[in-house]
């Protein structure tokens, strides 16, 4: 099950490069044109895939009532919100 674990953590950094593209999105910080490519598709496209499939994944472990004790809550509440926000924001 760890790698569920890294999966997990794999959906954080993903996340937060998610949130730092909506940042970027109305601000102009960077100016290395590699960075924000990585920025793009790190946060608009790989962070959406892989939290879904982490979600999936913990809704199934939680319905086979399989304990998921070796995933921080914090986490597991930290890829549900931003979830909740990329299905918010991406469509705009």
Do not use: H
């Amino acid at each position: 099950m760890r790698w569920l674990l890294f999966l997990s953590r794999v959906a954080f950094i993903c996340n937060l490069f998610f949130v730092a593209c909506v940042i970027f999105r109305y601000t102009d910080v960077l100016n290395g044109q590699s960075i924000k490519e990585f920025l793009i598709i790190t946060g608009w496209l790989m962070a959406p895939v892989v939290t879904v499939t982490v979600n999936v994944l913990l809704i199934s472990f939680y319905i086979r009532k399989t304990p998921l004790d070796f995933i921080p809550k914090w986490l597991i509440v930290f890829n549900i919100i931003m979830q909740l926000a990329q299905l918010i924001i991406i469509p705009l």
